[in-house]
Nanobody
């Protein structure tokens, strides 16, 4: 059974930091690209960042570029999202996802496996 379990969310003041983790099981982790997405109430799910399975290349949404950093630890089957300089508009449920060959445009429909998400709330 495939599982993606996100953790690390919480309530933080604007300008603060959080580190999300997503622990995976049930598939060959190092053969999959990993992505982070977020969804705020009443809004569509949007891509935040992804990291490839091959060379660890990364891509970020313009809204988080320079503030968020994605990384992966294949030995621990875990992907991380370091979030710094958080803003109230970053408030959302953050979800991790996996796919062997997703496109480069952080499109949710490209991803095969999804976790349940963790809530991030940034107060002003």
């Amino acid at each position: 059974e495939v599982q993606l379990q996100a953790s690390g969310g919480g309530l933080v003041q604007a300008g603060g930091s959080l580190r999300l983790a997503c622990a995976a099981s049930g598939f060959t982790f190092d053969e999959y690209a990993l992505g982070w997405f977020r969804q705020a109430p009443g809004k569509e799910r949007e891509g935040v960042s992804y990291i490839t399975s091959t060379d660890g290349s990364t891509r970020y949404a313009d809204s988080v570029k320079g503030r968020f950093t994605i990384s992966r630890d294949n030995a621990r089957n875990t992907v991380f999202l370091q979030m710094d300089s958080l803003k109230p508009e970053d408030t959302a449920v953050y979800l991790c996802a996996a796919d062997q060959q997703p496109g480069i445009f952080l499109t949710p429909a490209d991803y095969e496996y999804w976790g349940q998400g963790t809530q991030v709330t940034v107060s002003s």
